[in-house]
């Protein structure tokens, strides 16, 4: 009788509610972000199909269609929420038919995926001009188990506009396929078959974050900063940015127990534009130190932050000093630390642009101005530790990027001399020391 009454013992506790107390503490942590900018089409896409079909006129923006947005989590967890922005919007949008599922391939989801969102449990939300709204949060059953069972896999999220969006906030430089139907369709989320969504697009739109809920210990890790972070030559569809490199690294010494956001936005810059608005946008987005509340502080989680910019503020169009760039260094720093206590900020050195053949980069006063940005990075005691990915991109004996770094992987042109391709991304993300952002692993990382 005593193993049967062991086994009865057994199952009553495994049936009784835990209570609160012995519950682990849980946090939301930001698990995908997309930088906005805009209003569409002002931006740096990469690999951008005609849109003129989908978007005929981009003061009108998005009408009456719906959009079926891929993105990758970097952890999956059973409960998430969304954040949708206006943030360069010029008139109100109002979403509904609001949708997250798990996709298949294509714009084909999973079958039994599919979930509703709600906004303070109501089916639409309307977003003002300049801002942003989270959702309620969503129980998806499939990601109960996790990174492990989901690694690999992408979230679909489809959403309607209803009416006319007007000037669209978007990310521009998404390198991966998302969907969207013609104008005029409907709404059209919950179906899980692609055959609603003819047209692709290689940008993200209104979305900008996603969160799920994790164990308080979890850490998060934003790589800030401009093209050469959002993955410009890198390969479409191929998620290899270097912080995508990086985050395959700390998965597999720290299992779930970190993540990895990218914050990149092609063009960007630390200091300027002074102002920027919809009304007079550049393709760079606002820049890094005004954008800092919104794509930094404005996340969930944050524990370190790995900085690479200043290579656009030092170009032609930027024109700004070394100098210059180190005070935009020094007050967005210093806002982290006040703002996120205990957050580790990286410093990374920006990679060679001599001899590009892009007009606004290449020239030897960029070239002497960035060497000594370089220098401060490294020696100015400004930074918790140092990403050095100009020692590892640049050929030492003509000071550009390294040969093999050049052509450019996702167009297949023979590179810019700017942007390194896929394997120069794979030997920036492997040159980091992971201890600079989680310290050593635990003997059984979380998986």
């Known amino acids: ?44 896409p990469s690999a951008q199909p005609d849109l003129r079909l989908v978007f005929p006129d981009p003061a009108i923006g998005a009408r009456d269609q719906t959009f079926r947005l891929i993105v990758r989590p970097d952890l999956w967890g059973k409960q998430l929420r969304l954040r949708f922005s206006n943030a360069l919007g010029t008139r109100p949008v109002s ?20 979930r509703p969102v709600a906004f303070a449990g109501k089916p639409s939300v309307t977003v003002p001009p300049g801002e942003s709204v989270w959702s309620d949060a969503v129980t998806l059953p499939v990601a109960a188990s996790g990174t492990a069972t989901l690694a ?29 139907t013609a104008p005029g369709t409907g709404a059209v989320g919950a179906a899980e078959d692609e055959s609603r969504f003819p047209y692709s697009t290689a940008s993200w739109y209104f979305l900008d974050a996603l969160d799920v809920m994790a164990p308080a210990d979890t ?25 995508d490199v990086l985050s395959r690294r700390l998965h597999a010494t720290h299992g779930d127990t970190v993540v990895v956001v990218n914050a990149g936005i092609g063009g960007n810059r630390v200091i300027g534009p002074a102002d920027y608005a919809p009304q007079n946008p550049i393709p760079g987005g606002p820049a890094a130190v005004q954008r800092l509340e919104r ?30 760039v180190i ?44 060497q000594a940005l370089n220098a401060f990075i490294r020696n100015g005691g400004l930074f918790d530790g140092v990403a050095d990915f100009d020692r590892v991109t640049r050929d030492p004996a003509t000071g550009e990027l390294r040969p093999e770094f050049v052509p450019d992987s996702t167009i297949g042109n023979p590179g810019d001399k700017l942007h390194p391709n896929r394997a120069g991304y794979l030997a920036m993300g492997l040159s980091i020391d992971l201890e600079l952002l989680v310290g050593k692993p635990a003997p059984a990382a979380r998986r």
Request: charged share 15%; no cysteine.
């Open 295 to 324: 794509d930094v502080l404005g996340l969930s989680g944050v524990t370190a932050v790995i900085w690479l910019e200043g290579i656009n503020d030092l170009g032609r169009a930027g024109n700004a000093t070394a100098e210059a």
């Open 1 to 44: 009788m005593r193993p049967l009454a062991a086994a009865l013992t057994l199952a009553i506790l495994t049936a009784m509610p835990v209570t609160p107390s012995a519950q682990p503490a849980r946090k939301w942590v930001t698990s995908w972000a997309g930088s906005v900018q805009g209003p569409y089409p002002i931006g740096n």
């Open 327 to 370: 005070v935009g260094y020094r007050d967005g720093v210093a806002r982290l630390r006040a703002r996120l206590p205990g957050v580790r900020v990286i410093g990374a050195t920006v990679t060679s642009a001599l001899g590009s053949s892009s007009p606004n980069h290449g020239f030897a006063d960029q070239e002497t101005k960035r």
């Open 95 to 114: 979403f509904d038919g609001i949708h997250v599922g798990v996709q298949l391939s294509g714009a084909a989801l999973l079958p039994g995926t599919n």
């Open 219 to 243: 850490r998060v890790v934003v790589a800030f900063g401009d093209s050469i972070t959002d993955g410009t030559a890198s390969t479409l569809n191929g998620d290899d940015r270097w912080p």
């Open 152 to 180: 690999g896999r992408k979230l679909a999220v489809s959403f309607h506009v209803a009416g006319d969006s007007g000037p669209m906030t978007w990310h521009a430089k998404a390198l991966t396929s998302s969907y969207v």
